[in-house]
């Protein structure tokens, strides 16, 4: 029997350069199931990450808000991929849906606009207001001629371009 295994992989660093972001994945052994969490690690105190989400769900794909103090990510607690909003650090407790049907991948954009993408391969927008002590979250809106490209992309500080992973 193989034991277990984590993988970490970078999803995301805060805009002071601060934080990095991690998905901590711990594959199973014959038999077992994945347990995917989400970390925070200190470039400050390298050798201490922080948990940020350890759940008996499945949370990942976590992406700093631009203000740094937010954490947007995909869980599976609900039975279903969707997507949530968080704070980070401390802030109030709690989580906040974000999605509706389901949730692939996410980004936000600098003026604080999140975009998710869904299991039927399109894509969605949703404006977000991010008070002292909740999240306000609009009604998600379709953007067909995105398609499924959250998995693996980022929107560009000045916001006026995407970048997107595309198999050849």
Do not use: C, H
């Amino acid at each position: 029997l193989r034991e277990s295994q984590v993988i970490e992989i970078p999803m995301d660093w805060s805009q002071d350069g601060k934080f990095l972001l991690f998905e901590s994945t711990d594959t199973p052994t014959l038999g077992g199931t994945y347990a995917s969490d989400i970390w925070v690690l200190p470039l400050d105190d390298p050798d201490n990450p922080i948990p940020f989400l350890t759940t008996p769900f499945d949370e990942y794909r976590g992406r700093f808000s631009p203000d740094g103090k937010w954490i947007a990510y995909i869980s599976d607690e609900s039975g279903q991929r969707e997507a949530y909003i968080r704070a980070f650090p401390g802030g109030p407790p709690g989580q906040w849906p974000v999605s509706v049907g389901g949730a692939n991948g996410l980004v936000w954009s600098p003026d604080g606009k999140l975009y998710y993408s869904t299991p039927q391969n399109t894509a969605k927008a949703v404006d977000v207001r991010l008070l002292q002590d909740r999240v306000e979250v609009g009604a998600p809106v379709d953007l067909p001629w995105f398609g499924n490209t959250f998995l693996q992309g980022d929107i560009a500080p000045d916001g006026k371009r995407w970048l997107f992973l595309e198999r050849a």
